[in-house]
T-cell receptor, first 110, second 114 residues
Framework: GQQLNQSPQSMFIQEGEDVSMNCTSS?????WLWYKQDPGEGPVLLIA?????ELTSNGRLTAQFGITRKDSFLNISASIPSDVGIYFC??????????FGDGTTLTVKP | KAGVTQTPRYLIKTRGQQVTLSCSPI?????VSWYQQTPGQGLQFLFE???????NKGNFPGRFSGRQFSNSRSEMNVSTLELGDSALYLC?????????????FGPGTRLTVL
């Protein structure tokens, strides 16, 4: 089946630093999605990407849909304490199947 | 638009019991997917319902079942609960139309099996 490799698994950064995480796959996806999950809550959609090469921003967050359609990255600039949480990537195929990465746990030290 | 709602938010059951969880999708969304999330296991796909039909299924035993009603609301049932079924159960809805296949998650139901 399809698998997504999300890295890094965890990050410990200082407030104000920039963050970068990515997902790669051996399969092609039509849509890449990035979610953030706070403890005990459901994942919240941050950014959706629908086209290869697409670069989309949402405030301090920027994500890109890789040209090969097999990868995506998410950048967070000038991190703040409320950025703490688990970030998931997800890839959707034409058949409507969603595959999720294992998540990147972000810790921000004030 | 109201988001995805799930009830109940928290549930405590004992081994051997059965449980039913409910999910109301975003208005207009016809697809509802269910996921199990445990620490260290990530999001494990259970099944997807679209227009009252199960469209996709993950690798879970038959104790896990679901259904979808004509108003797109969905229920998930787990029979003969085991300790390992303790998890956060998430449902996600989407329109499942061409570009609009983005899934939106509910807050989850935290199930604890004692």
């Amino acid at each position: 089946g399809q698998q997504l490799n999300q890295s890094p698994q965890s990050m410990f950064i200082q407030e104000g630093e920039d963050v970068s995480m990515n997902c790669t796959s051996s399969s092609i996806f039509n849509t890449w999605l990035w979610y953030k999950q706070d403890p005990g809550e459901g994942p919240v959609l941050l950014i959706a990407l629908y086209k290869a090469g697409e670069l989309t921003s949402n405030g301090r967050l920027t994500a890109q849909f890789g040209i090969t359609r097999k990868d995506s990255f998410l950048n967070i600039s000038a991190s703040i304490p409320s950025d703490v949480g688990i970030y998931f990537c997800a890839g959707n195929t034409n058949a409507g199947k969603s595959t999720f990465g294992d998540g990147t746990t972000l810790t921000v030290k004030p | 638009k109201a988001g995805v709602t799930q009830t109940p938010r928290y549930l405590i059951k004992t081994r051997g019991q059965q449980v039913t969880l409910s999910c109301s999708p975003i208005s207009g969304h016809r697809s509802v997917s269910w996921y199990q999330q445990t620490p260290g296991q990530g999001l494990q796909f259970l099944f997807e319902y679209f227009s009252e039909t199960q469209r996709n299924k993950g690798n879970f035993p038959g104790r896990f079942s679901g259904r979808q009603f004509s108003n797109s609301r969905s229920e998930m049932n787990v029979s003969t609960l085991e300790l390992g079924d303790s998890a956060l159960y998430l449902c996600a809805s989407s329109a499942r139309d061409r570009r609009a296949d983005t899934q939106y998650f509910g807050p989850g139901t935290r199930l604890t099996v004692l």
